[in-house]
DNA sequence: TGTACATCAGTGAACGCGCGTTCACTGATGTAC
DNA sequence: TGTACATCAGTGAACGCGCGTTCACTGATGTAC
C-alpha cells in the first residue's frame, strides 16, 4: 500500500497500519466534532478507535500532524462533491431550462457533500484551528488555493456549455456563490436544516443567456 | 454602578469590580484568538489582565460565563457598526447616485467595525464554541436573532429610503449580503486585506430602483 | 508445507507538568459617630 | 476631620486530576530455507 502524504516521498506501509491510521482518522472527526481541535484529548480519540496512545504516536508526530491530514482529506472531499455536481450537470437532458438545471444542480450539491451538523462542526474547528496555528496556516491555505483553481476552471466550462454568462467579474461570482453556500452550512451548526435556495435564487441572479460578443460587457 | 447581566435583574456592582471585569475580558479577548476558547487556561487571561486566578473566580462562575458575557459584547458591536453605518447614509447628500452610496456604505462599514484578524479569529472562536456547547447555544443564537432582527427592520427603511428595491426576496437578500460580509471576514483569517468589493457588487446586483406598484413584483 | 527467526505494530505503565478550582488570608475601601 | 470598625475584593498557596509523551515490552505478521 502507498500513501502520499503531503509533498513528500511515497512511503510505503503495511496495510494493517494503514487501517490503523484510517480508524484514527475518522474517530478524531467525531472527537473534534464534540470537543473541538485543542480540547480533544489524544487519549479520547484513541479510545474512540479502540487502540491506545502508542498507537497515536506510532502512526503520528503529534496531534497537529493528524489534523493536517484530516484537513487535507476534508477539503479535497468538499471539492470532490463540487466537482461531482458539475460534471452530473453535463448529463443533464439539453432540453432543460437553466432553472431546472440549477434546482437539480442544488440538489445534487446537497447530496454528494454530508451535510450534518457533526461534519460541518469538526470542519469549521479544522479551519479555524489552521487559521490559529502558524505551522498549519500556509499549507492549508496553500491546499484550499489549489482546490478551488480547479473548481474555477470547472464552473467555466459549465457555464460555457449551458450558454450563460455571469453578470459581474467572475472571481467575484465564485466568491459569493461560495459564500452563500458557506452561510448555509454555517447555520446549520445552530441546528438548522441546510437550506440551498439563497444560492439558487443568488446564481439565477447573477447569470444570463450569453449574449454575443459586440452586445456583451457590463461594468460593475 | 449598575450592570444587566443577561436577562436577569440588573446588580449592583463596585467601580472597582467593574473594571476589575472589562480588564479580565479585554484580556480574554487576545488569549482567545491566540489560544482558542478551550486552549486559553484561566491563567493565560489573569496573567494578561496583571491580576491572579481568585479575582477570576471571584468574578465569574467559570470561563463559560465569561465567554457568555463577552459573545453579547462583541454580537452587540457587530450590529452597531451595521446600524451606524445605516444611519450614515440618512445624513448622506441627496444627490448621490445609487452606486455611490453603496461605495459610502462600504467605507462606513469597513471602518466601524473592527476588521483586525486577531478580532475575527476571536469573534470565529466564540461562534464556535457557542455552537459546540450547548449551554451556550440557545442563549446564542436567540441573542443573534434579536440583533439580526433589528438590523433587518432598518435596512428595510434605509432601502425605501433610498428609493430601491431588492430583486429577490427580502430574506435572501439579507442572507446573502451577509454571507457576502462573513465570507470576507472569514479570509482575513488566513491573512488577506479585508476587501467589500464582492458585498458592494452584490448589493448592486440585487437592487433595482423601486418599481411602481403595478409594474413591479418579480418571482424567484 | 513446515519451521525458525526477524521485523513490525500496538500495548500499557510510568513520568512530570500544567490546569481548574478552593479557601484562609490581607490589604483596600466604605461607613458610622 | 479623625478614629474604629465592617465589609469587600483580590492574593497566593495548596489540592488532586488528567494530559501529552516516552519506552521497554510482547504478540502479530512477514520471510527464508
Redesign the interface.
Known amino acids: 500500500v502507498v500513501v502520499q502524504v503531503s509533498e513528500e516521498q511515497p512511503v510505503v506501509v503495511s496495510r494493517r497500519r494503514a487501517q490503523t491510521r484510517d480508524r484514527l482518522l475518522v474517530a478524531a472527526t467525531h472527537v473534534f466534532?464534540?470537543?473541538?481541535?485543542?480540547?480533544a484529548s489524544v487519549e479520547e480519540i484513541c479510545e474512540a478507535a479502540a487502540f491506545t496512545r502508542g498507537a497515536f504516536y506510532s502512526n503520528f508526530a503529534d496531534k497537529d500532524a493528524l489534523v493536517l491530514a484530516l484537513l487535507e482529506a476534508e477539503t479535497l472531499q468538499q471539492f470532490e462533491a463540487a466537482k461531482q455536481t458539475l460534471s452530473g450537470l453535463r448529463d443533464a437532458p439539453s432540453d432543460l431550462g437553466f432553472d431546472e438545471l440549477v434546482t437539480r444542480a442544488m440538489v445534487q450539491l446537497g447530496a454528494s457533500s454530508p451535510s450534518d451538523r457533526e461534519t460541518l462542526?469538526m470542519r469549521?474547528?479544522l479551519m479555524?484551528?489552521a487559521?490559529?496555528v502558524p505551522a498549519l496556516?500556509e499549507p492549508?491555505?496553500a491546499f484550499v488555493e489549489t482546490s478551488a483553481r480547479h473548481l474555477r476552471g470547472q464552473i467555466e466550462e459549465a457555464v460555457a456549455a449551458a450558454d450563460i454568462e455571469f453578470?459581474?467579474?467572475f472571481e467575484?461570482a465564485i466568491?459569493?456563490m461560495?459564500?452563500?453556500y458557506?452561510?448555509?452550512q454555517?447555520r446549520v451548526?445552530?441546528?438548522a436544516e441546510p437550506d440551498l435556495?439563497?444560492l439558487r435564487?443568488?446564481i439565477?441572479?447573477?447569470t444570463r443567456p450569453k449574449q454575443t460578443p459586440q452586445t456583451a460587457q457590463t461594468a460593475?
Request: net charge negative; aromatic share 8%; glycine share 8%.
Open positions: 466534532a464534540e470537543r473541538g481541535v485543542i480540547g462542526l469549521q474547528e479555524l484551528h487559521a490559529r496556516r492549508y491555505a453578470v459581474l467579474p467575484q466568491e459569493l461560495e459564500a452563500a458557506n452561510f448555509d454555517n451548526l445552530f441546528g435556495t439563497a435564487a443568488l439565477l441572479t447573477i460593475v
